[in-house]
């Protein structure tokens, strides 16, 4: 089935994400079945800065459906760059594209990633639901290693293609569990292991923004040459403060969101 509309993009995002996170729908359960109100943040894409795939590429769909750039951010570390979009509708989740720096790797990484992105069909990363697509190429279990041993990152997207990265649950929405410190110790309490990396809680109220995430789960992935259990999305939780204008924080801090990036990091 053809898809062109934002609201069918998005149904099928969740449903592919939920399908390989079993545990996000674990948790959307557990929160539900407290009657809890629970409304989408944002959702994370990744991809490369490959002319092609870019994410001014990825955002295409976005901007075509009332989404509109408002901020940058800079990972210097992991060699990272991303954008996040907003819609005129408040209710709609925010967009935020990474892209990996390929010009900072190594040939040997660079030599990979232009192999697979030649698998893609010319002008099939123009198709309206090309994000969601899942994995346009052919990848061996050779191929994932040697990227993992320059990037968690690039090893992730060669595996798992286009598709969310993680959801986001809104915590000022909810009523229960709106402090994240009580939604952090109840998650723990039912099981599900938090992402530690820069301690449980990203940001602070100065920041206007505190995250928290569960670690990726592990699924079996079939390559080329045989399958792997690796890493694959994430839940990740934000509270917004207001800003002094009186006005919720929109935006996303770097420094925050450079560890939510280890929540699929191998030996997490």
Not at 58 to 78: C, I, Q, V
Not at 238 to 252: E, H, I
Request: net charge negative; charged share 25%.
């Amino acid at each position: 089935m053809t898809i062109k509309t934002l609201p069918a993009l998005l149904d099928k995002m969740w449903k592919d994400y939920v399908e390989i996170n079993p545990l996000a729908q674990k948790v959307y359960d557990l929160l539900a079945k407290d009657d809890e109100q629970i409304l989408n943040d944002h959702i994370a894409l990744r991809t490369f800065n490959h002319p092609r795939l870019s994410i001014d590429v990825m955002a295409k769909p976005f901007l075509e459906s009332g989404y509109k750039y408002m901020g940058d951010y800079h990972f210097t570390e992991k060699k990272l760059y991303a954008k996040h979009f907003e819609h005129a509708d408040e209710k709609m989740p925010k967009i935020f594209i990474s892209e990996l720096l390929l010009e900072q790797f190594s040939p040997e990484l660079n030599k990979i990633i232009n192999r697979l992105v030649n698998e893609i069909p010319a002008g099939k990363e123009n198709e309206f639901d090309f994000i969601s697509a899942g994995r346009p190429w052919k990848v061996s279990t050779k191929d994932y290693q040697d990227l993992l041993k320059e990037s968690d990152y690039a090893a992730w997207v060669a595996a798992f293609g286009y598709r969310p990265n993680h959801f986001t649950v809104f915590i000022n929405a909810l009523k229960k569990f709106s402090d994240i410190n009580i939604l952090n110790e109840y998650l723990k309490s039912n099981g599900f292991k938090l992402n530690s990396s820069g301690g449980e809680i990203k940001g602070s109220k100065d920041v206007c923004l505190e995250q928290s995430s569960t670690l990726a789960n592990n699924i079996e992935v079939s390559f080329s040459d045989g399958k792997l259990t690796i890493p694959a999305c994430y839940y990740e939780f934000a509270k917004r403060y207001p800003m002094q204008n009186g006005k919720l924080y929109q935006g996303f801090v770097a420094a925050s969101a450079d560890k939510i990036f280890e929540s699929t990091n191998q030996g997490q």
